[in-house]
């Protein structure tokens, strides 16, 4: 019940979090939100850092679960890329665009963890995705995969973290340019059938 209750905390913080940003949002807010008193929220966490801290945990776990989903679906290197970009393209969509600027300002420390897991989760992914592609034949055989990952990975931070607004069109154009850049003329022609079959 306990662990419930502490999991509900967490869970509508996240999405008041990320809705409005962490500034704007009160200990009040999220105790209305859960319907709790703030007793409650204080008897499970610190303070406001400290739930926030907790929130990106699971926030992290979350996407860390849908990657490694993706990653044993037994599906080819492209089906397995495009769904990542699909859990991106969710979490994006449902983030204000002050949110990880508030993060940046306010908590650095969170922040600074923040870039720890796209360096220590999302770019092995993208690398294991990479060769697992080369292997199939869907991506060009002879593509620098370390390279190609660190590009990816300035420009998406470019995008996220530097005032960008997070526009979902600005990252979909950066996934399309990472995913042509990537594929063979035989992924093309998978990818393209994907696509067909997706608007079916």
């Given at each position: 019940?306990?662990?419930?209750?502490?999991?509900?905390?967490?869970?509508?913080?996240?999405?008041?979090f990320?809705?409005?940003?962490?500034?704007?949002?009160?200990?009040?807010?999220?105790?209305?939100?859960?319907?709790?008193?703030?007793?409650?929220?204080?008897?499970?966490?610190?303070?406001?850092?400290?739930l926030?801290c907790?929130v990106?945990?699971?926030?992290?776990n979350?996407?860390?679960?849908?990657?490694?989903?993706?990653q044993?679906?037994?599906?080819?290197?492209?089906?397995?890329?495009c769904?990542?970009?699909?859990?991106?393209?969710?979490?994006?969509?449902?983030?204000?665009?002050?949110?990880?600027?508030e993060?940046k300002?306010h908590?650095s420390?969170?922040?600074?963890?923040?870039?720890k897991?796209k360096?220590?989760?999302?770019l092995?992914?993208?690398?294991?995705?990479?060769?697992?592609?080369?292997r199939?034949?869907?991506?060009k055989?002879?593509?620098?995969?370390?390279?190609?990952?660190?590009?990816?990975?300035?420009?998406?931070?470019?995008?996220?973290?530097?005032?960008?607004?997070?526009s979902?069109?600005?990252?979909?154009?950066?996934?399309?340019?990472?995913?042509?850049?990537?594929?063979?003329?035989?992924?093309?022609?998978?990818?393209?059938?994907f696509?067909?079959n997706?608007m079916?």
């Amino acid at each position: 019940m306990a662990f419930d209750k502490k999991y509900i905390i967490i869970k509508e913080s996240l999405g008041l979090f990320l809705k409005y940003g962490v500034q704007h949002i009160t200990m009040d807010d999220i105790a209305n939100k859960c319907g709790v008193s703030k007793k409650t929220i204080y008897k499970y966490f610190n303070d406001k850092s400290d739930l926030l801290c907790q929130v990106m945990k699971l926030k992290a776990n979350e996407l860390k679960k849908m990657m490694a989903i993706k990653q044993q679906s037994n599906t080819n290197a492209l089906k397995e890329l495009c769904g990542f970009f699909d859990i991106m393209n969710t979490t994006v969509t449902g983030m204000s665009p002050t949110f990880i600027m508030e993060l940046k300002k306010h908590h650095s420390t969170i922040f600074l963890e923040l870039l720890k897991y796209k360096s220590k989760t999302i770019l092995p992914f993208l690398i294991q995705n990479i060769e697992k592609g080369k292997r199939e034949g869907l991506y060009k055989i002879d593509l620098n995969t370390e390279e190609i990952c660190q590009a990816f990975d300035d420009l998406s931070r470019i995008i996220f973290f530097n005032g960008f607004n997070n526009s979902i069109n600005t990252i979909k154009f950066l996934n399309s340019l990472f995913l042509h850049r990537l594929v063979s003329s035989k992924g093309l022609e998978i990818f393209n059938e994907f696509n067909r079959n997706k608007m079916i």
